[in-house]
């Protein structure tokens, strides 16, 4: 783990009840720029929509428009949203306390501002009860602090992630935050193909077609009120919720059909970068072997 332990990542302290007000907001924040990424043309499993995490916060990346592109930045040090064109164009909005739909309104008037006009599908992907951002008119706290704190995780966890990203030699999409499920995730393709079940949603038809195993964070939801990192192989090989992967603190959720490990167990470790790579590797290594998949997809993660 190249570096890691030398590294002194941060690993603060994330209540969850304290901060699911302002993770609802960031939440539908992301989603809102994320459904904008939408334009781009489409990759298999979605591997075009998610934000990338950046040293400020998080990006975009390239969005087409026109003959031209423009980037959103999520400036999670200074909490602004800043807005650029390829065109030499500059906008932006504080991230602040206020309803989803003033948030929806005046990020599409600053688009608008800058010549960039936009709709998007107003509807949130893969939330309960979900409201149309345009409807969301309550007041949602927004904790600079506690998001400051959301993205420092995220941070910390893409640094770990990257090293275990690195040891696979099949197909295995970039590391980002997925705007739809709140999480930062990584995941592996062997290169086998599924039948598609037409009766899955659209979204999921177009993202459970590939057998896969994935690893991710997330900040929690009501069904799992604490941070944790997770790991599920789909489609899920018999004997799988029998095996015991590392650290000892992870173990198998029969609800959410997966491993899980408490964020807080790797905040409060001797070596939280250690233990979180050992999760990942082992909980891989659990469904690459009861999965049947090619040893020979792990490489050495050396150059040649």
């Not at 890691?4 to 901060?19: G, Q, S």
């Not at 959301?150 to 970039?174: D, K, N």
């Amino acid at each position: 783990m190249h570096n890691l332990t030398e590294a002194n990542l941060p690993w603060p302290a994330l209540p969850y009840e304290a901060f699911a007000p302002t993770a609802y907001l960031l939440h539908m924040t992301v989603q809102v720029i994320g459904k904008l990424k939408l334009t781009a043309p489409f990759e298999p499993h979605w591997d075009h929509v998610p934000l990338w995490v950046t040293t400020n916060g998080l990006s975009s990346g390239l969005i087409p428009y026109g003959d031209g592109n423009f980037t959103i930045e999520m400036d999670l040090n200074t909490h602004e949203l800043l807005i650029q064109t390829s065109w030499g164009q500059k906008g932006g909005l504080a991230l602040t306390s206020r309803s989803v739909a003033e948030f929806t309104h005046l990020l599409f008037n600053t688009l608008h501002s800058l010549d960039i006009k936009i709709t998007i599908n107003t509807h949130p992907q893969e939330v309960p009860n979900p409201i149309p951002f345009e409807e969301d008119k309550q007041i949602r706290p927004y904790d600079a602090s506690l998001a400051h704190t959301w993205w420092q995780i995220l941070v910390s966890s893409q640094r770990v992630m990257e090293c275990y990203h690195a040891g696979f030699l099949g197909r295995t999409p970039a590391i980002g935050l997925m705007w739809g499920t709140f999480d930062l995730r990584d995941v592996r393709y062997n290169g086998r193909k599924i039948p598609i079940d037409q009766k899955m949603d659209f979204i999921t038809r177009n993202a459970m077609d590939a057998e896969m195993i994935e690893v991710g964070w997330w900040p929690g939801n009501e069904t799992w009120p604490q941070a944790a990192y997770f790991s599920f192989t789909y489609p899920q090989p018999k004997g799988l919720e029998d095996i015991k992967i590392q650290p000892a603190s992870a173990s198998w959720n029969k609800e959410l059909s997966e491993f899980i490990l408490n964020y807080e167990a790797i905040r409060t470790a001797k070596n939280p970068e250690a233990d979180l790579l050992a999760f990942f590797n082992s909980a891989y290594q659990a469904g690459a072997n009861k999965g049947g998949w090619d040893p020979g997809l792990i490489g050495s993660g050396k150059p040649v």
